[in-house]
């Protein structure tokens, strides 16, 4: 991968979007392994991960309620 020395926002936006894409078949593989040798654990973990997304999603709404009052 070639990075120029400089990239405004949106070409590093697009940047990330194609890394995010395919590592997220990564993941997705990982999680068919994980469901296929130790699904009870498996079931366990994802429900933890789900719970850190949650906290994540309510920072980032927060950091937008954030913005509004600089409008």
């Known amino acids: 991968m070639y990075i120029k020395f400089y990239m405004n926002d949106l070409e590093i936006i697009d940047e990330i979007q194609k890394i995010r894409s395919k590592n997220n078949v990564n993941w997705m593989d990982i999680l068919r392994v994980a469901f296929k ?9 994802i429900m933890k991960v789900n719970d ?4 994540i999603s ?5 950091l937008y309620k954030n913005g509004e ?3």
């Open 37 to 45: 040798h130790a699904p009870k654990e498996t079931r366990k973990l």
């Open 52 to 55: 850190h997304d949650s906290e």
């Open 58 to 62: 309510k920072l980032v709404e927060q």
């Open 69 to 71: 009052q600089d409008n």
